[in-house]
């Protein structure tokens, strides 16, 4: 149902605020106090017409809570069957072990890297990452002022755009249209297969008509198609309506 993307990154880095900002709600809990989102939360959100299933995890730290600890191993599993993981980072503040760590860890998988708190003064710089990725998959961004949320919007897209870029077992039909319109195109099959069962071949017309919705539906998605060209084709096939 759209490309799966993880955002993870330290504690209080801003994941929950970043993940609000590409939804365009307040529907992720956020706060100053470290360890404020406690489960990962799934929202649905259609950037620039592609499908994504956007993940707010709990931030990663060592701790001796064991809700946290549970919560953190959530995380890691979310992050384990993630499309694309986003490594959030609070340039604000000092970068830890922990954010090297997880650099090297976002540098094996499809991701992005977002430098957020970019509104603050500045504790780093995108170079002090030595990213060992492309240089492109880094963001400077602010969860506040909203700077930089629709170039990182603009990244995903481009990173799902090459369907190498992102291997999936099932071919990913990420645009929303495209899904919609597959859906009604099968909706309409299934009547026409329906009236043939019921009419047997004595109501060739109403089975045309399904048919020719399906074709419109299919053709939403290609190029535009020439209907009566088509079906002409498909009339001569199968003799309906001679
Ligand atoms: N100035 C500034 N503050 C931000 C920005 N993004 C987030 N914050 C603030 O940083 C604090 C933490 O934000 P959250 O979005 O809750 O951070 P989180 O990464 O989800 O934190 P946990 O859920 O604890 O892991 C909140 O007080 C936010 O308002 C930003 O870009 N600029
Ligand atoms: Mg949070």
Redesign the pocket.
Known sequence: DGYSVVFV??????????VNALLGTGR?I????????RDTVEEVVDLGGVAFVLT?T??LRRTTSAAEREAISRTREKAAGADILVG?FDR?VALSDEDRQLLEELARRPSLVAV?????PAHWSAPELKWPGAAAAIVE?????GAGCDRLAACLVELVAGETAVQRETPAISRVRHRVALENATDRLRAAIELMHVHGDRAPELVAVELRAAITELAGITEPLDNEEVLDKIFSQFCIGK
């Open positions: 990154g330290r504690p209080n880095a801003g994941k929950s605020s970043l992720m956020v706060s100053h106090e470290p360890g404020t989102t707010d709990a931030g959030v604000s957020n708190k970019c509104d603050l961004t602010s969860a506040r002022t």
